[in-house]
């Protein structure tokens, strides 16, 4: 390869659409990317994805590899024709370890089928913090060694069926409270501190050879001697990450266009700058003439700076060494899923629910026409089996069920009076209005259940009858069905502290 087509081995980019036009074909071509992530607005069916896999195999080469955020829960890109499954603090509402691995065994398997072998999963973050905007059921619980343990079964299950996993988002940001999508969040701790807690479940992967590792747009001042991102400082990815902790993985960079990057530099310096860091991967997943400015920008610096050579050696020895493990050689011709992967998704569900308390005797549930079902309009879409967009598929169920009142919660609404109210919510405890609205529910109504669609820590706003199911995928979604009709009873547990 000369010198562009080396340089085009670090990036990590993002596509448009779900099938090669000619503006991504001309991205492709310049940029000569060794990785390609794929997103929602890639994704239509399994036969469709595969089919756009082969087409950019035919432009870059059979050893491009590509990767997906197929975490599980509400950051799942997978979703039409494949098995959705809980994410990951549902997974450790289960109490077993091993349904991390039967989880991640589900998706790496559909994964391969279809062309993709780099699952950017698990996250590793401890969500200590309530408050987190960012992080939340994506994390597997509170403790570091909860995490620790459910993560790296996880790992050994996309092992197992050959797809690379990666521990994000190093050095940790479950603390935070701020979104690194949005600004550059401040962790404030030292390096004992990151020691004895952040870096537990990297450390532990680290040692069972984790295939990748993803530094994210974190700053800390108490270690970081200039104030900038994680992802650009050598500090933290080659002086912790590779000396401290002696990880000779992939590192791969969170998107450089987040906002946690771009607010305080551009695009093109900071795939320089995190190159420069240590990076062996860097990412950027949006838009075209950034992708080809920022390859554009890190050519010419190699080409002038003897370190930046070397540092390409180093990386491209890395990449070269995950590219043998796990770049798929034949892609298959046709699309042929386990029907057990289905059952297995909605087992775990269903032994997620979780019933915080029912101090109000809400379940099962018993509700008359003049009750109420009052519910927000979720932030993600789930699938198709939606009616409304938005409108939770099993609050609408409810409803229809009991023929009792329906309606949906929005900032300002006048909470009516009655003696029975079933409500869903999704992260009121970081939403004030949610929260006012809530306080007015348990005024109103004489019993009141509370439905966590998301993050649990909803169930501490309000005295009540509180359930939670962790995300609102549709298999979670039908479980909680058959709880709230008293079909199923509710076995999860709590893997965070809500009352504080």
């Known amino acids: 390869m000369d010198l562009d087509s080396l340089v085009g081995q670090l990036f990590l980019i993002g596509i448009k659409g779900k099938e090669v036009d000619e503006e991504t074909l001309r991205v492709l071509r310049f940029v000569k990317p060794g990785f390609v992530i794929l997103f929602a607005r890639n994704v239509e069916t ?15 080469g059979e050893d491009v590899i590509f990767a997906v955020d197929q975490e599980g829960g509400i950051v799942t890109r997978f979703r039409e024709g494949f098995a959705v499954s809980p994410g990951a603090m549902a997974i450790a509402a289960t109490g077993d370890v091993e349904n991390a691995y039967r989880v ?37 619980s509170d403790k570091a060694e909860v995490v620790a343990r459910f993560a790296t079964r996880f790992y050994e299950g996309l092992k197992e069926e050959n797809v690379a996993a990666c521990a994000k988002h190093f050095p940790g940001k479950g603390s935070v409270s701020l979104d690194a999508h949005l600004e550059m969040p401040t962790l404030e701790k030292d390096i004992e501190e990151l ?14 050879g984790i295939d990748s590792i993803m530094p994210s747009h974190v700053y800390l001042p108490k270690v970081q001697s200039t104030k900038e991102p994680a992802s ?33 530099m551009t695009v093109e310096e900071a ?8 990076m062996d991967v860097v990412t950027v997943c949006h838009e075209p003439e950034a992708q080809m400015s920022a390859k ?14 070397k540092r390409l050696d180093e990386s491209l020895r890395r990449i070269q060494r995950f590219k043998q493990n796990f770049a ?20 775990v569900a269903e032994r997620s629910i979780t019933l915080v308390n029912d101090r109000d005797g809400m379940l099962p549930l018993r509700l008359n026409k003049n009750d109420f079902v009052l519910t927000v309009k979720l932030s993600r879409l789930v699938q198709v089996q939606e009616s409304d967009v938005g409108v939770p598929w099993v609050a609408k169920q409810i409803a229809t069920k009991f023929d009792c009142k329906f309606s949906i919660l929005e900032e300002g609404l006048e909470i009516p009076k009655a003696h029975r109210c079933v409500v869903f919510t999704e992260n009121a405890h970081l939403s004030n209005w949610q929260k006012q609205l809530l306080l007015q529910v348990r005024k109103n109504f004489n019993k009141v259940l509370l439905v966590a669609l998301r993050n649990p820590y909803d169930c501490n706003l309000i005295e009540s009858s509180s359930i939670c199911t962790y995300g609102y995928e549709m298999v979670s979604q039908r479980a909680l069905l058959k709880v ?11 893997p965070v502290e809500v009352f504080r």
Do not use: C
């Open 46 to 60: 399994p036969r469709q994805v595969l089919s756009l896999v082969r087409q950019v195999r035919s432009i870059v």
């Open 104 to 140: 991640a065994k589900v998706l790496a398997q559909q994964m391969r089928t279809v062309g993709v072998s780099w699952n950017l999963a698990p996250v590793v973050d401890i969500n200590d913090n309530p408050n987190n905007p960012g992080i939340g059921v994506r994390s597997f």
């Open 195 to 208: 020691e004895s807690w952040e870096f537990v479940p990297f450390k532990t992967l680290i040692e069972k």
């Open 232 to 264: 650009v400082s050598h500090e933290i990815v080659t002086k912790i990450l590779r000396e401290r902790l002696k990880y000779d993985g992939v590192a791969v960079a969170d998107d450089l266009l987040m906002g946690g990057i771009v607010k305080n």
């Open 271 to 278: 795939v320089v700058k995190s190159f420069a860091a240590g």
């Open 296 to 309: 554009r920008s890190l050519l010419k610096r190699i080409e002038q700076d003897p370190f930046l050579q």
């Open 328 to 347: 798929i050689k034949n892609l298959p011709d046709e699309i042929r899923f386990d029907p057990e992967h289905q059952r297995i998704v909605q087992e």
């Open 484 to 494: 709230l009709l008293g079909e199923l009873k509710p076995v999860g547990k709590l």
